[in-house]
């Protein structure tokens, strides 16, 4: 197991390296870095499948992992690509680059890539370690699998619900505060938690090994919760006429019936 483990890890360490590498290149060559976002889910798309095809543990866990991690990397990456579409650079990577006193390039590689790298290859390793592990399926698998659906479902409705509000030309300058976002602010967000929670919970099914793991989540949690998603997405917001209010009736990552 721990040579399988070390191989998977390795190998999956180049394989992100190597994507976002040829992502720098590009983002150069366009003039401008968010690219690197919609590289992010096909990264963890990436892994999965290197982890499975080089795992000896449960076939149906490692191929469960590997599809599940793709639907929702991939379905990521093209709803932020088409987002993206004929959009300048995205204003956190200005602000990020900002703020940096060394050299262009030498700040994009560290601040954006090799911080994105390294956190691709931290919040993937229940599913690399996963792989390695003989235990088979149990029921644990379905109620991570349903955990796993109904963040898909808040990430991609609620992305959905944003879009389709923004592209009435009377919506701009409005606050999105219908649908799922009637009761949550970041329901794409909350879903990603979910997802990702779940796919731990599956991956728990190869034994307690996993338990050693649990800072994976715990990672993806606090970047959507407290670095660059809520967090940052609400100092951008806060200027803007009716957030406060917003605020004030809708919690803020967990759905719950608003209160005013």
Sequence with gaps: MIEDFGTITATSAALVA?????TFFIGERIGRHNIVDVVWGI??????????????????R??????????????????L?????????DPRYQA???KSKRSRVVAVLTRIYLLQGVLIWIISL?????????????????????????GLVFEAVGDAQLRAFKKRPENRGAIMKHGLWRYTRHPNYFGDACLWWGLYVIALTGGPEI??????????????????????????MASRPG??????????FIPRRPAC
């Design 211 to 236: 338990l050693l793991t649990i800072g994976s989540p715990i990672v993806m949690s606090i970047l959507l919760i407290r670095v660059s998603g809520k967090s940052l997405l609400e100092q951008h």
């Design 43 to 60: 990264a963890f798309a990436g892994v999965s499948v290197a982890s499975a095809a080089l795992g000896d543990g449960d076939p149906a």
């Design 243 to 252: 957030y406060a209010d917003y605020v004030r009736c809708t919690s803020g």
């Design 126 to 150: 229940p599913i690399q370690l996963s792989a390695t592990l003989a235990p088979s399926l149990s029921w644990w698998a379905a109620a991570g699998a349903m955990l796993w659906l109904l």
């Design 81 to 89: 690509g088409i987002r993206s579409r004929g959009h300048g650079e």
């Design 18 to 22: 190597a994507v976002l590498l040829v």
């Design 96 to 98: 990020l680059l900002a």
């Design 62 to 79: 490692r191929w469960l992992l590997a599809t599940l991690t793709c639907v929702w990397g991939l379905r990521l990456a093209a709803y």
